[in-house]
């Protein structure tokens, strides 16, 4: 069974640092586009970076220039990494894969179980 394991959550102080990490596991055939979003409470979820199978990158207005997104395509894995955090990025933070498992097959959506990254003083 495919599945996304996701790290790297945690609390930081206004202006540190974080990285997040999202493996995909199991057995697939593909992996097209990679990415995450956040969901801060009584809030809607929404995209924060992606990353396709070329490398072309699209971010929020919000974490340009302070987040970067990237892919490690022989560890089928994203990560994004987080400076100069501020207390609004408080937020739980999905993965999101598109991938198919076989070469016949139809592309799929797969969402990790989310990683609470918390930013306070």
């Known amino acids: 069974q495919v599945q996304l394991v996701e790290s790297g959550g945690g609390l930081v102080q206004p202006g540190g640092s974080l990285r997040l990490s999202c493996a995909v596991s199991?057995?697939?055939?593909?992996?097209?586009?990679m990415g995450w979003y956040r969901q801060a409470p009584g809030k809607e979820r929404e995209l924060v970076a992606r990353?396709?199978?070329?490398?072309?990158?699209d971010y929020a207005d919000s974490v340009k220039g302070v987040f970067t997104i990237s892919r490690a395509n022989a560890k089928n894995t994203v990560y994004l990494e987080m400076n100069s955090l501020k207390p609004e990025d408080t937020a739980v933070y999905y993965c999101?894969?598109?991938?198919?498992?076989?070469?016949?097959?139809?592309?799929?959506?797969?969402w990790g179980q989310g990683t609470l990254v918390t930013v306070s003083s």
């Open positions: 999101n894969v598109v991938l198919k498992v076989s070469a016949s097959g139809k592309y799929s959506e797969l």
């Open positions: 990353i396709n199978s070329g490398g072309s990158t």
């Open positions: 199991g057995s697939i055939f593909s992996i097209n586009g």
